[in-house]
């Protein structure tokens, strides 16, 4: 089936990564920024769940995979990969297959950090990376389930794109 070149396409992403072990220090990366002081998420490159999800958003938009079949741990140039860095990435990919980019929200799930501080400079830091307007936004779960626990996070996000080569 062919989508018609004046309707736009809509992907939904979602990651989730759990927190490193507490005796191994691990620098926290969230929404293309650095949290200090809060332990650091396990994952093949940074554990950036909310730059993962907006980039898995854009792959499934756009019908060009996922973000492990992009990024994935057979893939070892992108292994320690910081989030921003995959996003900007992700971008790349998704107008180099003749798309722009309109928007993408994302939804952060945790418990920690707290992160209605830097709301604003999550919000830039994100649109910066992908060079397309992000909207942020964090809940948590009121303490029920692995993230309630603080066991670790999850982020969910939408992108919209559309076909500009047509």
Request: charged share 15%; glycine share 10%.
């Amino acid at each position: 089936m062919t989508i018609p070149p004046l309707l736009p396409q809509v992907g939904i992403g979602t990651d989730v990564h759990a927190f490193a072990d507490a005796d191994t220090p691990t620098p926290l990366y969230l929404a293309c920024l650095h949290w200090d002081g809060e332990q650091g998420l396990s994952g093949h490159s940074d554990g950036d769940a909310v730059a993962h999800a907006c980039a898995d958003a854009l792959f499934s938009a756009s019908n060009l995979g996922d973000l492990g079949s992009n990024f994935g741990v057979a893939e070892p140039e992108w292994a320690g990969a910081s989030g921003s860095t995959l996003l900007a990435e992700a971008a790349r990919r998704v107008r180099e297959a003749g798309f722009e980019i309109g928007n993408i929200a994302v939804q952060l799930v945790a418990q920690r950090p707290r992160v209605s501080a830097r709301m604003d400079e999550a919000r830039q830091a994100l649109t910066d990376a992908a060079g397309a307007p992000v909207m942020f936004s964090a809940t948590t779960t009121d303490h029920l389930g692995f993230v309630g626990r603080s066991e670790g996070v999850m982020a969910i996000a939408t992108a919209l794109v559309y076909r500009v080569d047509q």
